[in-house]
């Protein structure tokens, strides 16, 4: 990125606000970027040959990428070029063509993996679940080359992401689109506020991977056929729309820039709202939301692009300002790591920047001892993540065939306790629908399992008559 790139942002704003000259002195004093050889050196697989090429370059494997170099692979505009997408207004003949190459004839079934699913079967199967999703389909290069193509629907990423129609089941009726009530607790354009000293920035609506099960799938995402989407775009007068209100709060000291994604913000975006936040006095912390690390992690390496670096740059600031800044990520699989990941978070984490992770437990995709037990190992002891929260999967519209019910929770954290030192057990969580935030999963009034309704009480979480409510979270219908 040019030094003179990051105004351009600010320039298309300037109709609605005067660029402070602080921003001008926040983007020119970006550090200049390592070389991407340095960046790369800090993998620690460097043994065999050179750093660059004794890597698995496992993208060769998807034949439309069979000739790209690390160093094409590592360029983030070259990642955004490829992102591999289908939304209602784009052409399917793109997506079929992408899967027809990727696909073998045919792949094994969910219920048997004797049975077989012809490659023809298995597209129209995720166009018939495009057309039923609450989620735009968008994956960038990185993570749709971590999938196994040879048995996708066995593949815990290719669940995540691609919706098929036959793995869907009827939704429980109490799930909702805004299931958190977010919009309930927003008292501007931007900003959910539902704890007394802790809120929600939404800068942005969009992120470079799509995951169907959003909680936040009513605003987040290109437009789909379902419904209509609340936008959220980053635009500087709706921002200091929120910032006004967040300064206006004194007893408001802690926030969290979500969306969409902070990797979706461009870098003079992210160390504006950084420096933003640093300035107010109020403000004594902040973490920035990303699936970045999870979903293209190439791009903190990318000596071409200093998002990496503005986060690194906004991370001093907040320390020198005697404040704390922290990026909170989204790993749900062990599969999403790869050597480029680990690279990424050395360069995070040797910066002295603190990287939390926040997993969403899935129906056959982390739901196992194993596979929980592996992820949380590999958060803390390769990537040296913070294996922060395992959160039970939200009461969102078309969820049903990923959620699972709250006993498995309970049954993971019994069993993984006690086999993983107790600073890197990750606390598994409910966050209550209707708005009662976050309790401890085990921390249940009562939990019925014929029914499957488990009811929580949330003191700490006041107002709109919220003192006694009691919460409950529904299994899902169906079950294993
Ligand atoms: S990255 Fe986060 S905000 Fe974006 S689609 Fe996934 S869950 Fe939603």
């Given at each position: 990125m040019s030094r003179q790139a990051p105004l351009r942002w600010l320039a298309s704003q300037s109709a609605t606000r005067t660029?402070?000259?602080?921003?001008?002195?926040?983007?020119?004093?970006?550090p200049p970027r390592a070389s991407q050889a340095a960046s790369l050196a800090a993998c620690p697989e460097p043994e065999q040959g050179p750093v660059a090429?004794?890597?698995?370059?496992?993208?060769?494997?998807?034949?439309?990428?069979?000739?790209?170099?690390?160093?094409?692979?590592?360029?983030y505009a070259w990642s955004k070029k490829n992102i591999v997408e289908h939304h209602k207004r784009s052409r399917s003949e793109n997506l079929q063509g992408i899967l027809r190459v990727v696909l073998p004839d045919s792949v094994p079934c969910d219920s048997s993996p004797n049975k077989l699913q012809r490659r023809e079967e298995?597209?129209?199967d995720v166009f018939q679940g495009i057309a039923a999703s609450t989620m735009s389909l968008r994956l960038m290069p990185y993570i749709f080359s971590r999938i196994n193509w040879q048995d996708p629907r066995h593949d815990p990423i290719f669940r995540q992401f691609f919706p098929v129609k036959s793995l869907m089941v009827p939704d429980h009726p109490k799930l909702k689109l805004d299931s958190l009530h977010e919009n309930e607790d927003s008292p501007v354009d931007g900003v959910v506020h539902r704890y007394p000293d802790k809120a929600l920035f939404l800068p942005v609506s969009v992120c470079p991977t799509y995951c169907t099960f959003c909680t936040r799938s009513y605003a987040v995402g290109?437009?789909?056929?379902?419904?209509?989407?609340?936008?959220?775009k980053p635009i500087l007068k709706r921002w200091e729309h929120a910032f006004a209100y967040i300064?206006?709060?004194?007893?408001?000291?802690?926030?969290v820039v979500s969306g969409g994604d902070a990797y979706y913000l461009a870098p003079d975006q992210l160390a504006y709202i950084g420096?933003?936040?640093?300035?107010?006095?109020?403000?004594?912390?902040?973490?920035?939301?990303?699936?970045?690390?999870?979903?293209c992690p190439n791009r903190v390496l990318d000596p071409e692009d200093r998002w990496a670096d503005a986060l690194i740059w906004v991370h001093r600031k907040a320390l020198g300002a005697g404040k704390r800044m922290a990026l909170h990520t989204h790993f749900n699989s062990p599969n999403e790591v790869s050597w480029i990941t680990q690279a990424a978070c050395s360069k995070l984490v040797e910066a002295g920047v603190t990287i939390r992770n926040q997993t969403v437990l899935l129906r056959g995709v982390n739901d196992s001892v194993e596979t929980m037990s592996a992820l949380i190992r590999t958060l803390a002891d390769s990537l040296r993540v913070a294996p922060y929260y395992v959160y039970q999967c939200d009461m969102v519209k078309n969820t049903e065939h990923l959620r699972t019910p709250l006993q498995t929770m309970l049954d993971l954290e019994t069993q993984i306790r006690g086999s993983i030192a107790g600073f890197d057990m990750p606390q598994f969580i409910v966050d209550l629908p209707e708005g009662g935030g976050?309790?401890?999963?085990?921390?249940?009034l009562s939990y019925d399992r014929q029914t499957g309704v488990s009811r929580y009480m949330a003191p700490a979480v006041k107002g709109k008559e919220k003192e006694d409510k009691v919460y409950e979270y529904y299994d899902p219908c169906i079950m294993a």
């Open positions: 660029v402070p000259s602080t921003l001008r002195r926040t983007i020119f004093t970006v090429s004794g890597h698995d370059e496992f993208w060769r494997q998807i034949p439309m990428w069979r000739d790209v170099s690390v160093d094409q692979f590592t360029s298995l597209i129209e290109a437009e789909v056929s379902t419904f209509t989407k609340q936008q959220m300064e206006s709060q004194p007893g408001l000291h802690d926030v420096e933003r936040l640093i300035k107010m006095k109020n403000i004594r912390k902040f973490r920035f939301a990303s699936k970045g690390l999870a979903v976050k309790r401890l999963a085990p921390t249940f």
